[in-house]
């Protein structure tokens, strides 16, 4: 009984502005997130995509299935696994508004350019993912993003590894030729 009040106690005394592990601000999460994924927007990391300029329905959609399980990458479902659904708005806000990323890596010659500009067209990559490659409400920016996780995206949803929140990838996917992979990744990295 004692023990029991003391603790009461000692939760009370706490001073009311003492933030819980559960209830930071997303100023004080987001430096964690951009140490992996650039504060500028552009991720220098290989394997982690650049977050710059994403619609906030996107990141909400995606941190939504990281924490749910729906979409498995270690680092990303531990992380998500505290985060509120209004951290979960607050984070896509917060990433929607750094700047977009910076494409890296040579550019590609005319001829390269041409064929990458080819497949995009023939697989209409711009009539969902917008003329610029920007995204759009849930359908996320592929323009500047790294081109080893264009490549691992790709790869996994024709695999049937990463489901997506609906089937328009996968499905968009299935058409997509193997060889015109690499070609569409090294194009769409360096679209700006
Ligand atoms: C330890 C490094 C690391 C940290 C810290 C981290 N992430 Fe990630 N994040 C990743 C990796 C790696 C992926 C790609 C997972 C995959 O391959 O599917 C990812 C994926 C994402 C995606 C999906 C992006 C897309 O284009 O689909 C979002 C959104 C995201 N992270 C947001 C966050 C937020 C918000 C935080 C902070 C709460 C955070 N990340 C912290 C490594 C990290
Ligand atoms: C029918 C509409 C549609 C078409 C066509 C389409 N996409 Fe997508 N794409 C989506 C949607 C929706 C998502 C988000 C799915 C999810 O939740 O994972 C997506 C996700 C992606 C991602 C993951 C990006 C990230 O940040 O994780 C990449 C890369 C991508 N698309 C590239 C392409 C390319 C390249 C093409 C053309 C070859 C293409 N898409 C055609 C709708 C489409």
Not at 83 to 94: E, H
């Amino acid at each position: 009984m004692k023990l029991n009040t003391l603790a009461v106690l000692t939760v009370l005394a706490m001073p009311a502005s003492a933030p819980a592990a559960s209830a930071q601000t997303v100023e004080q999460r987001l430096p964690a997130c951009l140490a992996c994924h650039g504060t500028n927007g552009t991720a220098k990391l290989p394997g982690v995509p650049s977050l710059g300029a994403m619609p906030t329905d996107y990141v909400l959609t995606q941190l939504y299935m990281f924490r749910e399980k729906m979409r498995v990458a270690a680092p990303m479902n531990a992380l998500a696994e505290s985060l509120s659904d209004d951290d979960l708005r607050d984070l896509g806000d917060a990433v929607s508004k750094l700047p977009p990323p910076q494409p890296v890596g040579e550019a590609l010659a005319a001829a390269d350019a041409d064929h990458g500009n080819a497949l995009v067209n023939r697989y209409h990559c711009n009539s969902c993912h917008g003329a610029d490659l920007a995204g759009h409400d849930n359908i996320p920016r592929i323009a500047g993003q790294r081109e080893d996780y264009l490549l691992k995206s790709l790869t996994d949803y024709k695999s049937g590894a990463r489901p997506g929140y609906s089937p328009a990838m996968s499905e968009a996917s299935k058409e997509i030729q193997p060889d015109d992979i690499p070609v569409l990744a090294r194009f769409v990295s360096r679209y700006k």
